[in-house]
T-cell receptor
Framework: DADVTQTPRNRITKTGKRIMLECSQT?????MYWYRQDPGLGLRLIYY???????NKGEISDGYSVSRQAQAKFSLSLESAIPNQTALYFC??????????FGQGTRLTVV | GEDVEQSLFLSVREGDSSVINCTYT??????LYWYKQEPGAGLQLLTY?????DMKQDQRLTVLLNKKDKHLSLRIADTQTGDSAIYFC??????????FGAGTRLTVKP
């Protein structure tokens, strides 16, 4: 089983719809992250959480919200999806500053 | 401005060495990383280096850090077609998030 599992893997949604991307990890790490990847821009941090009661905005948090339901679960929501949120989304977890473990990504298309 | 910069493309011939370069702006960076992303997959850590080190070698991979110039490089010796991927440079400080570059797409030609 993968260390970090993201669901769904692919999703097409309409403008204005609410959508949730889910992430779970089996590493037992406290830190979890949501990134989006766009061509030529690398990975940009949306939100991160260093433990269950800690939620922090990243560099591009506008239009997104997150929920840390448990140490192992960190979900990302788009309350009202817009086309420029079309991207590849990655969840990651780490124990500290050494290695981050990434999920396989969720490809989201907003039409 | 960008915290971490990399060139977007690199093409080499199989068997040659590849050198992927990265510059970063934050002199407080404590950890510097190289991640590899293969098509359709997430990122996997290749190697990392602490800011108090100049060099780290791991089999075909050599990481060089010039802290004065804030320059990090990844050298892949004897590059193989399986090394074709996107390579991301990243940096972080203690208890902070990780910042990534845009990624360098390495193409290895037979």
């Amino acid at each position: 089983d993968a260390d970090v599992t993201q669901t769904p893997r692919n999703r097409i949604t309409k403008t204005g719809k609410r959508i949730m991307l889910e992430c779970s990890q089996t590493k037992g790490h406290d830190r979890m992250y949501w990134y989006r990847q766009d061509p030529g821009l690398g990975l940009r941090l949306i939100y991160y959480s260093f433990d269950v009661k800690d939620i922090n905005k990243g560099e591009i948090s506008d239009g997104y919200s997150v929920s840390r339901q448990a140490q192992a679960k960190f979900s990302l929501s788009l309350e009202s999806a817009i086309p420029n949120q079309t991207a590849l989304y990655f969840c990651a977890t780490s124990a500290g500053n050494t290695e981050a473990f990434f999920g396989q990504g969720t490809r989201l298309t907003v039409v | 401005g960008e915290d971490v910069e990399q060139s977007l493309f690199l093409s080499v011939r199989e068997g040659d060495s590849s050198v992927i370069n990265c510059t970063y702006t934050d002199s407080s960076s404590t950890y510097l990383y190289w991640y590899k992303q293969e098509p359709g997959a997430g990122l996997q850590l290749l190697t990392y280096i602490f800011s108090n080190m100049d060099m780290k070698q791991d089999q075909r991979l050599t990481v060089l850090l010039n802290k004065k110039d804030k320059h990090l490089s990844l050298r892949i010796a004897d590059t193989q077609t399986g090394d074709s991927a996107i390579y991301f440079c990243a940096e972080s400080m203690d208890n902070n998030d990780m910042r990534f570059g845009a990624g360098t797409r390495l193409t290895v030609k037979p």
